[in-house]
């Protein structure tokens, strides 16, 4: 398997990433850290609003909107399967 980080925001609906680190200080780290976006965490995109600033996202059996420019903000690896 290769693994390569991203931003959260490169996800495409239905491919899962791990959290591997928040790239952001104050009010929007403790909120997303509360929100349980910590490092090994599975992730998965599952809605996109129309208008492209929002995204639903799956985390921990739950289901939290994030505005794309903090998603931004948290790193990710994808794991992909060699061909």
């Known amino acids: 398997m290769d693994t390569k980080s991203h931003t959260l925001n490169t996800l495409k609906i239905g491919e899962m990433g791990i959290i591997e680190n928040l790239n952001c200080t104050g ?38 909107a994030i505005r794309d420019e903090d998603s931004q903000n948290i790193m990710i690896s994808i794991k992909f399967l060699e061909t």
Not at 27 to 40: A, C, P, S, W
């Open 27 to 64: 009010n929007i780290r403790r909120r997303l850290l509360d929100l349980g976006m910590v490092k090994g965490t599975h992730i998965l995109p599952v809605l996109s609003s129309p208008s492209g600033g929002l995204t639903a996202y799956e985390i921990r059996n739950s289901i939290i």
